[in-house]
């Protein structure tokens, strides 16, 4: 079992920077398969980044390449998402999440976190 507790979103404005944290208990996030996602209003959720679990390869979603970064702190057992330049369709509420073991299916997931990007 895998608990996460969000922190860091808030109200930017277009062209700023956020950093979304994830603190995890009950397992250690470098033992697992996590990522953050995002659902905005009306539409699906979506993964916006994934990171292994072991070496750390990480993936983007294509319309946030290159402007965010997941990682994760093991001494902290925390999990993170730097939003750099930050646009309105950026806009959503924000998971993480891990996958089960030995799983490819998204298992736990943290009580999200709203990212509003407005001027």
């Known amino acids: 079992q895998v608990q996460f507790v969000e922190s860091g979103g808030g109200l930017v404005q277009p062209g700023g920077s956020l950093r979304l944290s994830c603190a995890a208990s009950?397992?250690?996030?470098?033992?697992?398969?996590v990522g953050w996602f995002r659902q905005a209003p009306g539409s699906q959720r979506e993964v916006v980044a994934c990171i292994s679990s072991g070496g750390g390869s990480t993936d983007y979603s294509n319309s946030v390449k290159g402007r965010f970064t997941i990682s994760r702190e093991n001494a902290k057992n925390t999990l993170y998402l730097q939003m750099n330049s930050l646009k309105p369709e950026d806009t959503a509420v924000y998971y993480c999440?891990?996958?089960?073991?030995?799983?490819?299916?998204?298992?736990?997931w943290g009580q999200g976190t709203q990212v509003t990007v407005s001027s």
């Open positions: 999440a891990a996958k089960g073991a030995g799983t490819d299916k998204y298992d736990y």
């Open positions: 009950g397992r250690r996030v470098d033992s697992l398969g």
